[in-house]
């Protein structure tokens, strides 16, 4: 039997026009807000490479540019910052142009999630391929994707991130109905819905940002008609592989239960800020005391 592809390559999805955060993304792409002292961008890059992906494809859009020159030299602030010794600043800087072999391709019309994963296909070629959305922020603590890629190996076809939540919030993101394996944190999913109102939704399995994909989806999204919202859906594509494994594979789950940090909206983009700054060594400490007499002095006055 012929082993399966290696995969070693991300596609990061990262065109989108980041309208929930205006003012603020007027002029500043959504991937550059930062989380702390990173923009949310670097820390979804990082998870690629720590599964062992370091060929990355970034797809951008109109106004992208800032990402771009993120991950590249910065020859002049390098040599101020030589110049001043200040090594520790220098390291940091250079850490996000080392990161990863980047490449970058623009989608043109932002036609959806889908269309912009087809746009990946010319530099993917007929190879499995992660694609990790950059609104999840997976703690690296939790090697979700790592354990993504090990049941793609073993299973083939492709792997895609669930987790429950409560049935009330199921229709705010894709749906999955699943059948259980002998694997407890895997799942074979028999079917895909975007967005279900609750009544109708199939499990309360919800789809996270999170794919590991068979190329065979990119067929499918070349005749996917848009869908929800207008738009060309990935998971639209992905219903046709669960249906009917010919066409590229299974699709199996891996049911995740690690620490997410969801920095899709202003509230929880906040609260991801508050507990990745409170669990660090160097701001963890102070910065949680004072957020305890913050706390209590609110807690006090209100």
Known sequence: MASRP?????????????????????ATPKEML??????AIQYVVEEAVSAGLDDVLMITGRNKRPLEDHFDRNYELESALQKKGDASRLAKVQESSDLA????????????????????????????FA????????????PLLQRMIEVQEQHGGSVIALMEVAPEQIHLYGCAAVEATA??????ISGLVEKPDPADAPSNYAIIG????????FDILRTTEPGRGGEIQLTDALQQLATDEKLGGPVHGVVFRGRRYDTGDRGDYLRAIVRLACEREDLGPEFRTWLRGYVGQELTEG
């Open 6 to 26: 290696t995969i070693s390559k991300a596609v990061i999805p990262a065109a989108g026009l980041g309208t929930r955060f205006l003012p603020a993304t007027k």
């Open 34 to 39: 930062p989380v702390v002292d990173k923009p």
């Open 101 to 128: 072999t980047m490449h970058y391709v623009r989608q043109g019309d932002p036609k959806g999630l889908g269309h912009a994963v087809l746009c990946a296909a010319p530099h993917v070629g007929h190879e499995p």
């Open 131 to 142: 694609v990790l959305l950059g609104d999840d922020l997976i703690d690296p603590r939790d």
């Open 183 to 188: 694997e407890g944190d895997v799942v074979k």
């Open 210 to 217: 999170r794919y590991v994909l068979d190329p065979h989806v």
